[in-house]
C-alpha cells in the first residue's frame, strides 16, 4: 500500500512537470488593442472579426482581422463561427488554476419525444489529468444530473459523466461536478454545468421541487412547459482548465455560429462571482 502511494504521488509530480500549463499568452491581444494589460478585465471574452479596408474610393479592397470584444450587439451581428479568447486575469497577480466551463447550442424548436443528446468536451490537458476523447450523453441523462442531481442512470452514462468531469485547483483536490447536497438550492459546480440559467444562477433543483412539478406547479414545471414550445439543440459543454502567469491568461476557444439562436456561455469555476453574476452569457 505504502509504496502505491509513492507511485501515484511520484506519477503526479511527473505529470505536473510535464503536462501543459494551459496558461496562454495575452501578448497577441494587448499588441492588437494597443493596450496594456491593465486595460483587461477578468471574465471578459474577445473575438476575432474581419475589419474592412477601403480603397481612396471607399471601396473594399482588403480584410484584416481585429480582435473586438464580446458584447451581446457584437453577438447579434455574427454571421459565422469566429476565434475567442477568455481573459482569466487574477487581481492580486497571484497564480490561479481553474477550468472555465463553455457551454454553447442554439434555442429551437424541438419535437417532443425527439432524441436529443449534448457533446462532452475535455480535449486540454492541466496538472490534474490529461484531456479525453469527445463524446456524447444523452439530454435527458446531462439534465438529469446536473439539473437534479439524478444518478439512476446506466452504467455507460455515468461512465461518461465521471470520465468527463475533472479535478481542478492547485491542489487538484476540487471536482467540476462537486456539489454539497442538502434539502435547499444551493449553487455548486455541477449545477454550473446546466443549461438552465435559473439552476446556474440559484441551484440545482430539490426533491422536492420535482415533485410539484409532476402536478405543475413550481419552476421546473415552468420550464418544463416552456421546453416544449422552445428547447435546445446541439448543445455542447467543454471544460477548458488554465494556469495564469503571473496572473494572466489568454484561453482561446471558439465562438460558434449556426443561426440567429445561436448562444455562447462561459462560466470560471475558480473566479470570483461580480455581483452574485455565475456565468456570462451572449
Known amino acids: 500500500m505504502r509504496s502505491a502511494k509513492i507511485l501515484t504521488s511520484a506519477t503526479f509530480i511527473l505529470w505536473s512537470l510535464v503536462a501543459p500549463a494551459a496558461a496562454h499568452s495575452c501578448d497577441d491581444l494587448l499588441r492588437d488593442l494597443g493596450k496594456s494589460i491593465d486595460a483587461l478585465v477578468d471574465g471578459e471574452m ?9 480603397d481612396v474610393n471607399g471601396i473594399a479592397r482588403s480584410s484584416k482581422t481585429s480582435w473586438q470584444l464580446l458584447t451581446p450587439v457584437t ?23 481553474g477550468v472555465v466551463v463553455v457551454k ?8 417532443q419525444g425527439a432524441t436529443q443528446e449534448v457533446a462532452l468536451v475535455r480535449r486540454d490537458s492541466s496538472r490534474c489529468a490529461k484531456g479525453v476523447d469527445d463524446s456524447s450523453i444523452s439530454a435527458e441523462v446531462y439534465d438529469g444530473f446536473h439539473d437534479f442531481g439524478r444518478q439512476n442512470f446506466d452504467r455507460a452514462s455515468l461512465s461518461k ?10 491542489d487538484c483536490k ?3 461536478d462537486d456539489d454539497p447536497g442538502g434539502f435547499y438550492r444551493h449553487v455548486s459546480n ?5 443549461f438552465t440559467p435559473d439552476v446556474v444562477d440559484t441551484g440545482g433543483y430539490t426533491g422536492f421541487e420535482a415533485t410539484i412539478a409532476k402536478v405543475g406547479f413550481g419552476r421546473v414545471a415552468s420550464a418544463q412547459r416552456t421546453a416544449k414550445v422552445l428547447g435546445y439543440a446541439n448543445r455542447q459543454a467543454e471544460i477548458k482548465p488554465y494556469r495564469t502567469a503571473a496572473g494572466l491568461a ?3 476557444t471558439t465562438v460558434p455560429y449556426i443561426d ?21 452569457r451572449y
Open 161 to 170: 459523466l465521471r470520465n468527463f468531469h475533472v479535478n481542478f485547483g492547485s
Open 104 to 111: 454553447t447550442g442554439r434555442f429551437a424548436v424541438v419535437p
Open 46 to 54: 474577445y473575438v476575432q472579426l474581419p475589419n474592412p479596408v477601403n
Open 260 to 280: 440567429q439562436g445561436s448562444f455562447f456561455r462561459t462560466n470560471d469555476l475558480a473566479g470570483p462571482f461580480v455581483n452574485d453574476a455565475r456565468e456570462k
Open 75 to 97: 453577438r447579434a451581428g455574427l454571421t459565422k463561427s469566429v476565434p475567442g479568447l477568455i481573459v482569466v486575469k487574477d487581481i492580486t497577480g497571484r497564480e490561479r488554476v
Open 174 to 176: 476540487q471536482r467540476t
Open 190 to 194: 455541477r449545477a454550473s454545468f446546466s
Open 250 to 252: 489568454c484561453i482561446p
